[in-house]
C-alpha cells in the first residue's frame, strides 16, 4: 500500500492551483490519503473557503488519483479544519517561490526599500499591500504573477493572491 500511495502522491504532484504556480501536495493541500483495495480517499482543503477554484481543482485531484493505476474511484473530501496556512507549504516549494523566511539583515533592508539585495532595479518605486493580510511590500517580498493574463501578486506571509 505505501508504494500505491507513493504513486498517488506523484500522480498530485503533476496538478497545480492555477492561481499559485504548486502543485496541490506540496501547497500542502493534502490533508490525508487512504487506499483500500482499488479505492482511495483524499482528504483535502483550499487556501482559503472562498477559493474560486474549488470545484476544478477537486475534479482534477479526483481525475488524477484515479488514473493511477490500480485505483478504480477516488472520493473526495473537504475540510477547512485545521484552515490552511503558508507552513504547509512544503520547503521545497517554498525555496522554488522564494518564500523562505527572511533574515533579520535582509528584513532591515526591505524596510529600507531595497528588495532583499543592493540591486538598483529590485528597487520599490510604490508600497503595495496584501489585501488579506495588509502586509506591506516594504515588510515581505511579492511574488508577481499572472492570472487570466492580468498581472496579480502572490503575498509571501499569508500566500493570498491580489
Known amino acids: 500500500m505505501a508504494v500505491l500511495?507513493?504513486?498517488?502522491?506523484?500522480?498530485?504532484?503533476?496538478?497545480?492551483d492555477p492561481e499559485i504556480p504548486i502543485n496541490v501536495y506540496d501547497l500542502g493541500l493534502i490533508y490525508d490519503i487512504t487506499v483500500t483495495g482499488d479505492k482511495?480517499?483524499?482528504?483535502?482543503?483550499?487556501?482559503?473557503?472562498?477559493?474560486?477554484?474549488t470545484e476544478y481543482l477537486k475534479s482534477m485531484v479526483q481525475e488524477a488519483v484515479e488514473n493511477v493505476e490500480e485505483?478504480?474511484?477516488?472520493?473526495?473530501?473537504?475540510?477547512f479544519e485545521p484552515a490552511w496556512n503558508p507552513?504547509?507549504?512544503?520547503?521545497?516549494?517554498?525555496?522554488?517561490?522564494g518564500f523562505l523566511d527572511i533574515p533579520k539583515e535582509k528584513e532591515d533592508l526591505a524596510v529600507k526599500g531595497v528588495y532583499l539585495e543592493n540591486d538598483p532595479s529590485k528597487?520599490?518605486?510604490k508600497?503595495?499591500?496584501c489585501f488579506n493580510c495588509g502586509v506591506s511590500d516594504k515588510e515581505?517580498?511579492?511574488f508577481q504573477t499572472f492570472y487570466k493574463d492580468e498581472q496579480t501578486y502572490?503575498?509571501?506571509?499569508?500566500?493570498g493572491k491580489f
Open 5 to 16: 500511495k507513493e504513486e498517488i502522491i506523484k500522480a498530485l504532484q503533476e496538478v497545480y
Open 40 to 53: 482511495a480517499r483524499v482528504l483535502m482543503t483550499f487556501t482559503s473557503p472562498s477559493c474560486p477554484t
Open 71 to 79: 485505483i478504480n474511484s477516488c472520493e473526495i473530501t473537504v475540510t
Open 87 to 97: 507552513e504547509r507549504i512544503s520547503p521545497e516549494a517554498r525555496e522554488e517561490l
Open 123 to 125: 528597487m520599490y518605486t
Open 127 to 129: 508600497e503595495k499591500l
Open 140 to 142: 515581505r517580498p511579492l
Open 154 to 159: 502572490l503575498c509571501t506571509k499569508c500566500i
